[in-house]
């Protein structure tokens, strides 16, 4: 007990001092460099100028893998991992859905170096379309008429086929009964009883 009344107290009142003009130099400096930082994330370089958005030129592959089973590693590599592959973006989709919109959308378009605007169309360029899609629906063109023969020989193909089906189905019938009915010899089947029934003998 005495030890304790010898020992010397510990000054708790102390309070720290912050350097007022330190720290008032710190936080302009901060905000200089911030500022600075600003005027250089802007001033990068010229826009990036992005081509007007494009008809696809290929078909998109959504069938190929349909039904097929994969065996899904986590080590396998994007390309061979289940789901839709971007080889683009080099990202992994899990649906056909979300592929599609994929890659009809911004990130996949600015991938690929186009903006999401489309180019405005010229009345020329109006006026060669028009003509380029007459063009191909003149030579084969396609009529009421043509779709109404279509459906007319579709349908007796089909009654043609109806047809063929019964017949088999009688053919197998008569070829069943044939072959259940035991081959009995007529005099021992009219000492059984059988044969004369529903039919009188005059």
């Not at 592929?99 to 999401?116: E, F, V």
């Amino acid at each position: 007990m005495a030890s304790s009344n010898n020992t010397v107290g510990v000054d708790n009142t102390f309070r720290k001092k912050f350097d007022r003009e330190e720290y008032l130099q710190r936080a302009r400096e901060r905000e200089k460099q911030e500022s600075e930082g600003r005027f250089k994330s802007k001033s990068k370089g010229p826009p990036v100028q992005r081509k007007p958005l494009k008809q696809r030129d290929y078909e998109v592959d959504l069938e190929s893998r349909l039904g097929k089973t994969q065996v899904v590693t986590p080590v396998a590599p994007l390309s061979q991992q289940a789901g839709y592959y971007c080889s683009v973006c080099e990202c992994v989709v899990k649906d056909s859905a979300n592929y599609l919109d994929h890659i009809n959308g911004k990130k996949h378009q600015r991938a690929l170096g186009m903006s999401m605007r489309v180019e405005r169309a010229t009345l020329e360029q109006v006026q060669e379309r028009f003509e380029k899609l007459k063009k191909r629906k003149a030579p084969g063109s396609f009529s009421e008429q043509d779709l109404d023969e279509r459906i007319m020989k579709q349908q007796e193909e089909e009654e043609e086929r109806k047809r063929q089906r019964r017949e088999r189905k009688k053919e197998k019938k008569k070829e069943k009964a044939a072959e259940e009915e035991p081959e009995i010899d007529p005099e021992v089947a009219a000492m059984m009883g059988f044969g004369g029934f529903g039919s009188s003998k005059k």
